[in-house]
């Protein structure tokens, strides 16, 4: 499975982006996908996920209602709308997908996902 992310870039604190990631490669049945960042120096963390039929999301904390997960099953893409930016989100977004049952602790350890994405800058000036 092959994980193309893009919609980084460089904004300004308040801005809006919304981040994609297309999912190719070997077809997963039911599968959920989801949205780490890491900056440098420190562990990957979680940011969102959701499950194959959309109807289940999960955020962490800091988001506090501004990110907005989504995807299109027909397409293979997760989106991340990312409202209200901060230079504390300043960080490389990663995309991921995983076939394990959904849980919504699991989902927030790296080990829970099988395949990843190359990554997508987010960089939020103040």
């Known amino acids: 499975v092959q994980l193309q992310a893009s919609g980084g870039g460089l904004v300004q604190a308040g801005a809006s982006l919304r981040l994609s990631c297309a999912a190719s490669g070997r077809t997963l049945r039911a599968y959920t996908m989801g949205w780490f960042r890491q900056v440098p120096g420190k562990e990957r963390e979680f940011v969102s996920a959701?499950?194959?039929?959309?109807?289940?999301?999960d955020y962490a904390d800091f988001v506090e209602g501004r990110f907005t997960i989504s995807r299109d099953t027909a397409k293979n893409t997760v989106f991340l709308q990312m409202n209200s930016l901060k230079p504390a989100d300043t960080a490389l977004y990663y995309c991921a997908v995983s076939d394990r049952n959904y849980n919504s602790w699991r989902i927030k350890k790296s080990d829970y996902w099988d395949y990843w994405g190359q990554g997508t800058q987010v960089t939020v000036s103040s």
């Open positions: 959701i499950t194959w039929s959309g109807g289940t999301t």
